[in-house]
C-alpha cells in the first residue's frame, strides 16, 4: 500500500526568500503525485500533478516540483514566497487503476512567510 | 458560482445526537467523496460514490452513512455522535473516479460534538 510523509510539520520563511517542502512516497507500483495547498477555513485546492513525462512539473501561484523516482520524492518549490502563499500544503499520492483508486494524503506542512 | 458547497459551515451539538452534512457539487463529476480532517490536520477518505454508487468505504463506524440522491449530490449523516467524530469534514468530487482526477473540496464543515 502506498503512504506519504512529509517531514516538516511547520516550515517558516521570510517574504521572497526561496522554500522547498518536502515529500516522500512509498510504493510498489507507479505512482500518480499531487499537491494541494489548504488556505484557511476553506477546502484543498489542487497545486500541481505528477502523472507522467517530464519530471519537472509547474502549478499555479508559482509553484514547482519535481518528480524523483530513485529517491521516491517529489518536493515543492517556490524560488520567492509571499505573504499570499501563508497556508498549508499537502503531498499526495494515487495509485490505483480501477475505478476505485483512492488519493492518500500526507499529514501536510504549514508554510509560515515572516514579513 | 461555487463549484463544491456544503452545508452548514459549522455544526456543534451535544452526544448522542444524529446530525446530517449535505453537499452538492455543479462541476458535472461523476465522483464524490467524503473525507475527514483531524484537528492535526490529517485528511483521510471516508466514503466515494461513482454515479449514485458506493465504491469505497473505509473502515469508518457504522453510524456514518452516506447517500447519494444523484450525481450532483452527496449527503453524510451520523448516528449517535461521539465526542471523537469532532472534525472537519470535507465534501469533495472529480470527474472520473481515477487515479489521474484531481479533487475539487468544498470549504468543510466543522463539527464539534459537546
Known amino acids: 500500500a502506498q503512504s506519504v510523509t512529509q517531514l516538516d510539520s511547520q516550515v517558516p520563511v521570510f517574504e521572497e526568500a526561496p522554500v522547498e517542502l518536502r515529500c516522500n512516497y512509498s510504493?510498489?507500483?507507479?505512482?500518480?503525485l499531487f499537491w494541494y495547498v489548504q488556505y484557511p477555513n476553506q477546502g484543498l485546492q489542487l497545486l500541481l500533478k505528477y502523472l507522467s513525462g517530464s519530471t519537472l512539473v509547474k502549478g499555479i501561484n508559482g509553484f514547482e516540483a519535481e518528480f524523483n523516482k530513485s529517491q521516491t520524492s517529489f518536493h515543492l518549490r517556490k524560488p520567492s514566497v509571499h505573504i499570499s502563499d501563508t497556508a498549508e500544503y499537502f503531498c499526495a499520492v494515487s495509485e490505483g487503476y480501477s475505478s476505485a483508486s483512492k488519493i492518500i494524503f500526507g499529514s501536510g506542512t504549514r508554510l509560515s512567510i515572516r514579513p | 458560482d461555487t463549484a463544491v458547497s456544503q452545508t452548514p459551515k459549522y455544526l456543534v451539538t451535544q452526544m448522542g445526537n444524529d446530525k446530517s452534512i449535505k453537499c452538492e457539487q455543479n462541476?458535472?463529476?461523476?465522483?464524490m467523496y467524503w473525507y475527514k480532517q483531524d484537528s492535526k490536520k490529517f485528511l483521510k477518505i471516508m466514503f466515494s460514490y461513482n454515479n449514485k454508487e458506493l465504491i469505497i468505504n473505509e473502515t469508518v463506524p457504522n453510524r456514518f452513512s452516506p447517500k447519494s440522491p444523484d450525481k450532483a449530490h452527496l449527503n453524510l449523516h451520523i448516528n449517535s455522535l461521539e465526542l471523537g467524530d469532532s472534525a472537519v469534514y470535507f465534501c469533495?468530487?472529480?470527474?472520473?473516479?481515477?487515479?489521474?482526477?484531481?479533487?475539487?473540496f468544498g470549504n468543510g464543515t466543522r463539527l464539534t460534538v459537546t
Open positions: 462541476l458535472g463529476h461523476d465522483t
Open positions: 510504493s510498489s507500483v507507479s505512482v500518480y
Open positions: 469533495a468530487s472529480s470527474q472520473e473516479a481515477l487515479y489521474n482526477s484531481p479533487l475539487h
